[in-house]
């Protein structure tokens, strides 16, 4: 069925790091991606949303690049702090109002 | 900055047993959904709701669970009769018209026992 997936379950990245955290999803009927973070006991916080009309997006110290051809999803974090440390999740929306999420990657900030 | 308020924090219940979850959506917003997480799963969606009634809901959604908006500004959610498998944090979201962007509370930890 359909599904969002994402590729790594844990990722560490040194304090001042650039990160990376990816994202798959198989409904090429999408057309909204956003990326929320999770930290521990509270729930999901925005982080950054992408229309399917779009490639790229970039926020404060974040940027979600959109590959529709090979239906992938990447969340990039700048100069991460360890205040960055959570884990994040992507999502779709499919035409209607639900959103799907991914599982999880969790993202570790080493001092 | 407003945002989605969710009460109680934690609610400890037996099986069997009925229970409510509140929410307070962010007051502008006209969408409004419920989702849950099982401990260390994926956020998974239960139900949305547009203009005092239920929009899609999903194959977790049976009968047992319910959902009102009985003013103009809380959102609940009811199990009617618990069991074991419901324990999970759930979570209340938002969003506004013409846009995609729901927001979401702090989420209620219900336990059954």
């Known amino acids: 069925g359909e599904s969002v997936g994402l590729h790594l379950p844990t990722l560490s990245v040194q304090e001042g790091d650039n990160s990376i955290i990816n994202c798959a999803y198989s409904n090429s009927a999408s057309d909204y991606f956003i990326w929320y973070k999770q930290e521990s006991g509270k729930g999901p916080q925005f982080i950054i949303d992408?229309?399917?009309?779009?490639d790229k997006r970039q926020g404060q110290r974040v940027t979600v690049l959109l590959n529709k051809t090979v239906k992938h999803l990447s969340l990039q974090i700048a100069a991460t702090q360890p205040g960055d440390s959570a884990v994040y999740f992507c999502a779709e929306r499919v035409g209607n109002e639900k959103l799907t999420f991914g599982t999880g990657t969790r993202l570790t900030i080493i001092p | 900055e407003p945002e989605v308020t969710q009460t109680p924090s934690h609610q400890v219940t037996q099986m069997g047993q009925e229970v409510i979850l509140r929410c307070v959506p962010i007051s502008n917003h006209l969408y409004f959904y419920w989702y849950r997480q099982i401990l260390g799963q994926k956020v998974e969606f239960l139900v949305s709701f547009y203009n005092n009634e239920i929009s899609e809901k999903s194959e977790i959604f049976d009968d047992q669970f319910s959902v009102e908006r009985p003013d103009g500004s809380n959102f609940t959610l009811k199990i009617r009769s618990t069991k074991l498998e419901d324990s999970a944090m759930y979570f209340c979201?938002?969003?506004?018209?013409?846009?995609?962007?729901?927001?979401f509370g702090p989420g209620t930890r219900l336990t059954v026992t």
């Open positions: 992408i229309r399917s009309n779009m």
């Open positions: 979201a938002s969003n506004r018209q013409g846009s995609y962007e729901q927001y």
